[in-house]
């Protein structure tokens, strides 16, 4: 099949390219002139030009192919300009949604986050389980918005739609806020650990990529959701898991939670005098999100998919494999 896939140049994106090769699909990568097109190119993608802001530029490049797997989106915990949230994840989404129905687009796998579910009620989130009241980040409300527009073209105009919930995702060259993170632990740039206590599910970006493939050649599943993480690990093993595994020091100071949300909020405010991310990556979101369980069950995507979960304590080892020249850096700690 030609899958007409946005985001291509991301971290999920890459590998679901490649994996899209392998598996005999044509993968014909939407892309801006300002994307990085290095490694889709050594693997024989095929682009065209433009912009999810831009909807005659997706109609476009749009023509001609069989499915969509819409992947771009900003994802982030900080922006200068929060309006970015909106243009890209709710009004991008939108435009890609509606180039899909203009150009018969057979199945459309669009991505999500499992962010979206925000303040839920239930102990562990399922396919079934409703959205809380109140999300945690910018990001993830403008996530709900764009999937909230998703379904409800699914619902008036019948668009072929699957939705794929990641939970936290790891790999090698993570370029986002998990693999920072590891790259500053590494690096002995983290000063404290904290949110030692909160659950997160955790999910291979290959598991991601490979979900994404099996929805979309999947029968008969169109309307499903697929939560797509097996592994809950509190951030404090987490994070000795990472430290463990690389024969670094953890940092020896610990942070709770209230001290973490005051200093949040004291660099976001620095943040946004100077327009530079805030340091450490704590911004009000970012703390905001990570005080939260998320347990979530991807097992819908063993049964029904057949995806079969890469152990996490593997993916950790090829992500720090992949920062080889900082593994030796924090060897005497913080």
């Known amino acids: 099949m030609?899958?007409?896939?946005?985001?291509?140049?991301?971290?999920?994106g890459t590998e679901l390219v490649k994996l899209l090769?392998?598996?005999?699909?044509?993968?014909?990568?939407?892309?801006?002139?300002?994307?990085?097109?290095?490694?889709?190119?050594?693997l024989g993608a095929s682009f065209c030009l433009g912009d999810v802001t831009d909807k005659e530029s997706i109609i476009r490049g749009m023509h001609g192919c069989d499915w969509v797997a819409h992947l771009a989106n900003i994802y982030s915990f900080w922006e200068p300009d929060k309006n970015i949230y909106t243009q890209v994840n709710v009004r991008g989404t939108q435009n890609v949604m509606e180039a899909a129905l203009e150009n018969n687009i057979s199945k459309i796998a669009h991505v999500s986050t499992i962010g979206v579910y925000g303040d839920h009620t239930d102990e562990i989130i399922t396919e079934e389980s409703e959205v809380g009241s109140t999300r945690f980040s910018e990001y993830s409300q403008s996530k709900l918005a764009g999937d909230l527009i998703a379904w409800d073209l699914f619902e008036r105009k019948d668009l072929p739609l699957v939705v794929i919930y990641p939970t936290v995702v790891v790999g090698p060259n993570d370029p986002k806020p998990t693999g920072q993170y590891l790259i500053n632990l590494l690096g002995g740039k983290v000063p404290a650990i904290a949110f030692n206590d909160v659950v997160f599910t955790f999910t291979d970006v290959r598991d991601v990529a490979l979900g994404i493939i099996k929805a979309l050649e999947k029968d008969n599943n169109i309307g499903e959701k697929y939560i797509i993480g097996k592994e809950q690990i509190t951030y404090g093993d987490f994070t000795s898991l990472i430290c463990n595994t690389a024969g670094v020091d953890l940092p020896k100071m610990k942070m709770g939670n209230a001290m973490a949300l005051t200093m949040a909020y004291m660099l976001t405010g620095l943040a946004s005098l100077n327009k530079k991310p805030p340091r450490w990556g704590m911004s009000i979101d970012t703390v905001r999100t990570m005080v939260n369980d998320v347990r979530a069950d991807g097992s819908k995507a063993e049964r029904e998919l057949g995806l079969i979960y890469t152990p996490m304590k593997e993916s950790l080892k090829e992500a720090i494999n992949a920062c080889s020249h900082l593994k030796n850096v924090n060897k005497t700690g913080v």
Request: contains cysteine; charged residues 25%; positive net charge.
């Open 2 to 12: 030609k899958v007409f896939v946005t985001g291509a140049t991301g971290f999920i």
């Open 21 to 42: 090769i392998e598996k005999g699909h044509h993968p014909h990568c939407f892309v801006r002139n300002t994307s990085n097109k290095e490694k889709l190119e050594e």
